[in-house]
């Protein structure tokens, strides 16, 4: 997470924020028609999530942005907001939130061969629907990419850098170390 600085404009902070964003992503091989193995493989790229931000932590950063609300203001509106939703959704209507899309109830049910032999225990699940706004639909305009690996890899190189580091530890004094160990200058540490 990118710190917010207290001085300079919104504008410039804004424009700062923007240098570091990047959606991570991973390549994947798949088929060209879903289902069919025998249709040729193309490679897609495919979004890694870099951070989970539950609601405690998006109402923290959100109080972070020079705004006069604090945490627990920001969590109790939230809170607040996805009740009277539910509520609204529950009553059939949609709920446009402007920048932040709408949502909307649809129904998923089995085929009755009229109307006259259709009965709502037919209806067998309510989705919530969320349709972004034109400001969020349009990510791709502002969005700038940065190839990670897919989470297989990551977990490898993981394992490898602490087997590494294990390796490392049981190196006594008067031992030579491995090949790719850093120099004794080069390791991280307190200063003199």
Known sequence: MVPLSTSGSRTQQGERDKAFMAISYSLALR???PG???????TYA???VSEKLDLPAIAKHMAGHD??????????????????IKE???????VDLGDLGSFAVTLASDG???AEAFSTSMIKRVRVRW???KALNSLINEASFQFVGTRESQQEARKQDRERLNSLATIKPGMEAPDDAPENDEQGGLGD
């Open 131 to 133: 349709y972004p706004s």
């Open 88 to 94: 609204q959704l529950l009553l059939g209507n949609k």
């Open 31 to 33: 088929y060209t028609v």
């Open 112 to 114: 009755a061969d009229n």
């Open 67 to 84: 705004n006069k609300y604090n945490k627990g203001d920001i969590m109790a509106v939230v809170t607040q907001l996805s009740s009277c």
């Open 46 to 48: 495919v979004a890694q």
């Open 36 to 42: 069919e193995p025998k249709s040729d493989n193309k």
